[in-house]
């Protein structure tokens, strides 16, 4: 678990991002740089927010048990913020197949 304090975001997320995850963030972030796209200058960290506008720090309810998250679809989606709060827009959706993602 971890406290973003700026934009005040309760998050929950592997102590490792995988491997995997990490090339396919990379891989998608080399192909959208002709497009015009700036990386994130911070590193990926793979997350599920639990709550925003989190007045913090971190909760201290120790150690949490794993979860075994499967995915059968990649999307690529924008988010903007915006006075009512975030929007996600979804841009593009890859639906997986036993070769695309083993």
Same mark, same amino acid.
């Given at each position: 678990m971890g406290f973003w304090r700026e934009p005040?975001?309760?998050?929950?997320g592997p102590k490792e991002t995988p491997t995997a995850l990490v090339a396919l963030v990379e891989g998608i972030q080399t192909l959208l740089q002709p497009c015009g796209f700036s990386p994130e200058p911070r590193p990926f960290r793979a997350h $599920?927010?639990?709550?925003?506008?989190?007045? +913090?720090p971190t909760p201290d309810w120790g150690e949490l048990s794993p979860v075994r998250w499967f995915a059968d679809t990649v999307?690529? $989606?924008?988010?903007q913020s915006t006075p009512r +709060?975030?929007?996600?827009q979804p841009l593009l959706r890859i639906v997986?197949?036993?070769t695309a993602f083993p």
């Open positions: 005040r975001i309760l998050w929950a $599920v927010t639990l709550k925003r506008k989190c007045s +913090g999307a690529l $989606v924008w988010s +709060g975030v929007r996600y997986a197949t036993e």
